[in-house]
């Protein structure tokens, strides 16, 4: 998408047909809209073959064509075309999720594309964010459809950790205690502070045992024991 304008002497000579005095010099202006860029000018109407200029100037700047003395009849046609934009894909935290397709490089402005995203074991998705003027459209799903591309950019899937509490028990509070009754706020990657079993007299640990999902029971060395654990689900 864009426009052209043709000038002689800086007067406008309005879109074909125009007519020009012979020996004049005439500039063709083409100005993409956003997002757009010129392919090139070209002398036949659907903008194929006859190539007459090759863009000049970066993606999405204004190009100029110029007629010098012109002496003959002549047609000029712009072409325009989407500027592909690439957008990078990252997840935080590192390494706790993935995102489909891993990079997209022909994001075009105005032309919806869709990711999704997944967890790895112990995390769960939360939102994306992006680099400045994206458009995300969520419902609230870990599948994004991104518009008002105008740039490249980067699309961040963030996660967050499942956390878990965890009851601590004596098997038998008569042969020996434990230094907590609950652990809270740890996951697969967050670990719990010490939790220390201690036998009473004439007992001795034995090992940790976890008879339910949420809970973990002491038995009884002649000496204290001490572990962290971590937790993957209530």
Same mark, same amino acid.
């Given at each position: 998408?864009?426009?052209?304008?043709?000038?002689?002497?800086?007067?406008?000579?309005?879109?074909? #047909?125009?007519?020009?005095?012979?020996?004049?010099?005439?500039?063709?202006?083409?100005?993409?809209?956003?997002?757009?860029?010129?392919?090139?000018?070209?002398?036949?109407?659907?903008?194929?073959?006859?190539?007459?200029?090759?863009?000049?100037?970066?993606?999405?700047?204004?190009? =100029?064509?110029?007629?010098?003395?012109?002496? *003959?009849?002549?047609?000029?046609?712009?072409?325009?075309?989407?500027?592909?934009?690439?957008?990078?894909?990252?997840?935080?935290?590192?390494?706790?999720?993935?995102?489909?397709?891993?990079?997209?490089?022909?994001?075009?402005?105005?032309? #919806?594309?869709?990711?999704?995203?997944?967890?790895? *074991?112990?995390?769960?998705?939360?939102?994306?964010?992006?680099?400045?003027?994206?458009?995300? =459209?969520?419902?609230?799903?870990?599948?994004?459809?991104?518009?008002?591309?105008?740039?490249?950019?980067?699309?961040?899937?963030?996660?967050?950790?499942?956390?878990?509490?965890?009851?601590?028990?004596?098997?038998?509070?008569?042969?020996?205690?434990?230094?907590?009754?609950?652990?809270?706020?740890?996951?697969?990657?967050?670990?719990?502070?010490?939790?220390?079993?201690?036998?009473? #007299?004439?007992?001795?640990?034995?090992?940790?045992?976890?008879?339910?999902?949420?809970?973990?029971?002491?038995?009884?060395?002649?000496?204290?024991?001490?572990?962290?654990?971590?937790?993957?689900?209530?």
């Amino acid at each position: 998408e864009g426009t052209i304008v043709g000038k002689v002497g800086g007067t406008d000579i309005g879109i074909s #047909p125009a007519s020009v005095d012979g020996g004049a010099t005439v500039v063709f202006t083409a100005t993409p809209t956003a997002g757009y860029k010129v392919v090139g000018f070209y002398s036949d109407a659907e903008c194929e073959s006859n190539l007459i200029q090759e863009p000049k100037q970066a993606e999405g700047a204004v190009e =100029t064509y110029t007629i010098s003395a012109i002496s *003959e009849d002549a047609s000029v046609y712009v072409k325009f075309d989407y500027i592909d934009y690439t957008i990078a894909m990252a997840v935080s935290p590192s390494g706790k999720g993935t995102i489909t397709p891993p990079s997209v490089t022909q994001a075009h402005i105005n032309v #919806p594309f869709t990711i999704s995203a997944s967890n790895t *074991e112990g995390y769960t998705f939360n939102n994306w964010t992006s680099t400045d003027n994206i458009t995300i =459209t969520t419902g609230g799903t870990t599948t994004a459809t991104l518009i008002n591309v105008t740039g490249d950019k980067t699309i961040t899937a963030n996660f967050t950790e499942d956390m878990h509490s965890v009851a601590v028990v004596s098997e038998d509070p008569s042969k020996g205690t434990v230094s907590t009754a609950s652990v809270s706020n740890i996951g697969i990657d967050t670990k719990s502070g010490d939790i220390i079993a201690t036998p009473n #007299p004439g007992y001795y640990f034995t090992g940790w045992d976890i008879p339910s999902g949420v809970t973990l029971a002491a038995g009884y060395t002649n000496k204290s024991a001490t572990i962290q654990i971590n937790a993957t689900a209530d």
